[in-house]
């Protein structure tokens, strides 16, 4: 397998719900002006308490401070892991449960916190700048490692990472995170660009005007019947959604695109309380409990907490396998 190291370098930020008003225009030119930005990586993400941004330099230059906004403090860098398929140049992207061993396993153990964002095509694996020496140290064993120089794929040898890394520091053992899992059932979708503009309205309605204080969830209650959550990313000229399915309806069916079986989803969501930042092992406490119980997953991680979907069908499997995950650490 390759692990790529792409050009991006991403900015995570929260923009809390009062102020995304003062945030419409710049993001409208984000989601809609692509002739008039040269951001690549933008992932805009709702949730009951805030707005994740996930995107690179140039989208983070659209964006005026305030005091609505919180930037973390570490530049990003984006990994992304193909697999070789039949043909030798022909390589395809791999889900974040088979990925839980080789990647986000051992980048826990050596205590480097990982955010995730599972799209539609493929799961990128975002991890602080400063930790690229201790990553490249970590998986070289297992993969052949690429990083991407003006649009190009170059080697990186294991010794081109050693003046930076630094042996694992022991640490605590991570946090075993609550878990809630709200009544929505979610769609993941895809979009041919050149008809976004069709679904411009629906879309802006839905980001900006559909959610007012009194239908937000409180994701203190672990029994709320649903929850406001819809992620959008448009990545490298390539777009992924995650909505609801009554969100679906608002928009044309025509135009979204979805896996051949319009498979259903349901959502884990991890934390009782923000997680931060500095934290490790968030990823891997969920993804590796479900890769060993063969339950694919999309991954999302915002700025307070982490979203996991899995098949509608599998849910009740889901929750067995994470409560006694939970309950083998007490």
Known sequence: MELHILEHRVRVLSIARPGLWLYTHPLVKLLFLRQRSRCKFFSLTETPEDYTLMLDEEGYKELPPSEFLQVAEATWLVLNVLSNSSSATDFQAVGVTKIARSVIAPLAEHHVSVLMLSTYQTDFILVREQDLPVVIHTLSQE??????VDGE???????DASNGFHKARLGPSP?????????????ILTLDPDTLPAIATTLMDVLFYSHSASKEGSSDDPDLD????FAFSLIEGYISIVMDAETQKKFPSDLLLTSSCGELWRMVRIGGQPLGFDECGIVAQIAGPLAAADISAYYISTF?????????DGIDSVIEVLQNRQESRC
Do not use: G, K, M, W
Request: aromatic share 12%; net charge negative; glycine share 0%.
């Open 304 to 312: 307070n907490f982490d979203h996991a979907l899995v098949p509608e």
């Open 175 to 187: 946090t075993v995170h609550p878990i809630q899992s709200p009544q929505n059932r979610f769609c």
């Open 153 to 159: 794929p170059v080697p990186v040898a294991c010794d």
């Open 226 to 229: 649903s929850i406001p959550f």
């Open 143 to 148: 993969f052949a490692i690429y990083r991407e």
